[in-house]
C-alpha cells in the first residue's frame, strides 16, 4: 500500500455509502425516465426502455451485493481491514461482475446513441462493436483471473486485463461522444432558424457535462489502480452507480425539456403524433394549419436526435417547416380572429 493511501476499511465504508446515495437518486430517476420513455412508444424508445430498466435491475443488485460486503466485513468479522483485503470473497467478485456489467450496459447505451445521431453509418458502428466485444472479453478474463487471487498484491498483478478493459471503455466513451456532440453542432449550425435549435443546443451542454463526468470518474479507476490505490476500491463502487445515473440523467432532462418547452416552438402550435403529419391542429382557433409539402414524411437531423434521445418536443412536422412559415400562418389567423 502507498505511503498516502486510505485504509481498506475506510476506502470501503465511503465509497459504498457514497454509492447507496446515488441509487437513492438512480430509483427515481428510472420512474422518470419510464414515464418519459412510455409516450408515444417507437422502436427507438423501446430499446431505450429496455435498456434504461436491464440497467437499474442490475444497479439495484449491485447496491444489494455492495451493503451485504458493507454489512459482513464491519459487523460480522473482528478485523474488517483484513476482511476487505481479501479479494476472493464471493461478495466481492459478486460486485466486480455487477460492476463490470453496469459499464457494458451504459457504455452500449451510449454508443447506440452516437450511432444513431451518425445515421447509422457502418464504420462508427463497427468501431463501437469491436470496442465493446474487446472490453467484455477483457472485463470476463480479469474477472477470472481475481477470483482466484487472496491478496491485495495478487489482485494488483491479475488487474492488467481490468486495465485493457477501462482502456475500452474510455475509447467507448472519449470518441462516442465527441461523435455525437460534433454531429449535432454542425447540423445546428446549418440549420441556424430551426425551432429546435436551442433544444439541440441543450442536449451538446448535457453530453458534453455528463461526457466529461463520466470519463473523468473512469479514468480515476483506471489511474488509481494502475498505481496500486487502495482508494481506487473508493471510486469503483460509485463509478458503477455513475454509470447508470449519467445515462439516465441524459434522458430524464431531455424529457423534463419536452415537458418544459413542449408548446414553445409558436404558443398555441402543438405538436401531432408522427400519424397526422399532414395536419396540425391549432387550439388556439380550434382549426387545422395545412403543412407545407416538405414536412410530409421528411427525416431531419433533428428526428435522428430525438430518436436516439428521446426527446419528443418537435416532430417531424414541426421541424422541416420554417419557422417563418409559422410566423406568417399565426398572424393571419390572429388577424383572422380579430375580425
Partial sequence: MPAHDVSYAAATLIGYWVAAVIYGINVPLYVFCLRVLGKEITASKRVLLIATSVHVLVATANICVTLAHLIEGFLRSPAPNLFYSD????LYLAQLWTYYSLLAIGDCILAWRCYVVWKRYPAIGIYLVLCLLTYIVSAIIALIKIGNTHTQAEFFNAYIWSTVALSMSLGIQVPATILAVLKIWTTTVQRAETPTRSSNLAIISMMIESGIVLTSASGVVFTLYRLRFV????????????????????TARTGLRQLVHKDRVFPGIRSTRPDFLGLRHDESFGTSIPLSPTSKGTKTSANIVSEAYGDNVYSNDVVSTPL????????????????
Avoid: C, D, N, W
Avoid at 87 to 90: A, D, L, N
Avoid at 324 to 339: L, P
Fill in 87 to 90: 479479494t476472493s470473497q464471493p
Fill in 231 to 250: 482508494a481506487g476500491g473508493l471510486v469503483a463502487p460509485i463509478h458503477a452507480q455513475m454509470s447508470f445515473l449519467i445515462p439516465a440523467s441524459i
Fill in 324 to 339: 417563418g412559415e409559422y410566423r406568417s400562418i399565426a398572424a393571419s389567423k390572429t388577424a383572422h380572429a380579430m375580425t
